[in-house]
């Protein structure tokens, strides 16, 4: 089992940034993929970024040129740093680690204002 824990979200006003993180722990021995997906209210959840074990990075059109993944694999923290927030990035951020299954983290409101 894989549990994971999720920080940095809130409140910022467009134009802002805000720094997602999320630390794995329990049997992360074998984790490929680590990344983000949000959901808006009457949304559906979608992909913001992913990050494989090599460092390939796949993003969102919506987020490419503001967003940044990145992942520590000592610490097995992945990380999410958004710039230039907007408000249709206001969304429920949630992370996701895959491995044999995919394990979900509960989820962090970010909130942008205009």
């Known amino acids: 089992q894989v549990q994971l824990v999720e920080s940095g979200g809130g409140l910022v006003q467009a134009g802002g940034s805000l720094r997602l993180s999320c630390a794995a722990s329990?049997?992360?021995?074998?984790?490929?993929?680590m990344g983000w997906y949000r959901q808006a209210p009457g949304k559906q959840r979608e992909l913001v970024a992913r990050i494989s074990s090599g460092g390939g990075t796949n993003y969102a059109d919506s987020v490419k040129g503001r967003f940044t993944i990145s992942r520590d694999n000592v610490k097995n923290t992945v990380y999410l740093q958004m710039n230039s927030l907007k408000p249709e990035d206001t969304a429920v951020y949630y992370c996701n680690v895959q491995k044999w299954r995919d394990y979900w983290g509960q989820g962090t409101q970010v909130t942008v204002s205009s």
């Open positions: 329990g049997t992360t021995i074998g984790i490929k993929v």
